[in-house]
């Protein structure tokens, strides 16, 4: 299996499926849903920062990605393959690391990275699946 192969199964897989599901009840753009975890992942990072340095710069990230969030909501964005890899390995190193330590603090990030840039991969939405309610029609009511 390709590093292609690979990248493709995942997306296809584990993240675009809930990610179409979120954009269809939400009625949002896989573009905004992107833009959508980065703030998330932004969030995280701040709430997870301990000294003032990263504090600043999370800070920063965060206001940024706000910014991004709701300005350029559905404007196209791109992922790349090799940081959705790095992405990927970073998690499973995070996952590891954890394990061992029992201290989880972090991991999330990788997995909001991904939503993130897996949403980006999206090239189209489908329209969500209208459940039709059937109506009992009882004698003498007209069909409109």
Same mark, same amino acid.
């Given at each position: 299996?390709?590093?292609?192969?690979?990248?493709?199964?995942?997306?296809?897989?584990?993240?675009?499926?809930?990610?179409?599901?979120?954009?269809?009840? %939400?009625? *949002?753009?896989?573009?905004?849903?992107?833009? #959508? /975890?980065?703030?998330? =992942? &932004?969030?995280?990072?701040?709430?997870?920062?301990?000294?003032? %340095?990263? *504090?600043?710069?999370?800070?920063?990230?965060? #206001? /940024?990605?706000?910014? =991004? &969030?709701s300005f350029r909501a559905d404007m196209p964005a791109f992922s790349m393959r090799w940081f959705r890899m790095m992405a990927l390995v970073l998690l499973m190193l995070d996952v590891g690391a954890s394990l061992f330590s029992g201290h989880w603090r972090g991991v999330?990030?990788?997995?909001?990275?991904?939503?993130?840039?897996?949403?980006?991969?999206?090239?189209?939405?489908?329209?969500?699946?209208?459940?039709?309610?059937?109506?009992?029609?009882?004698?003498?009511?007209?069909?409109?």
């Amino acid at each position: 299996m390709t590093v292609i192969d690979l990248d493709v199964w995942i997306g296809k897989t584990l993240f675009v499926p809930p990610i179409i599901k979120l954009c269809q009840m %939400t009625r *949002q753009s896989q573009y905004a849903v992107s833009r #959508l /975890f980065w703030f998330i =992942t &932004a969030l995280d990072q701040l709430r997870i920062a301990t000294t003032l %340095t990263s *504090q600043i710069i999370a800070g920063l990230f965060s #206001l /940024f990605m706000m910014f =991004t &969030a709701s300005f350029r909501a559905d404007m196209p964005a791109f992922s790349m393959r090799w940081f959705r890899m790095m992405a990927l390995v970073l998690l499973m190193l995070d996952v590891g690391a954890s394990l061992f330590s029992g201290h989880w603090r972090g991991v999330e990030i990788w997995l909001l990275v991904l939503f993130a840039e897996y949403a980006a991969t999206i090239t189209h939405v489908p329209p969500a699946e209208q459940k039709r309610k059937s109506a009992v029609l009882k004698p003498g009511d007209a069909r409109r």
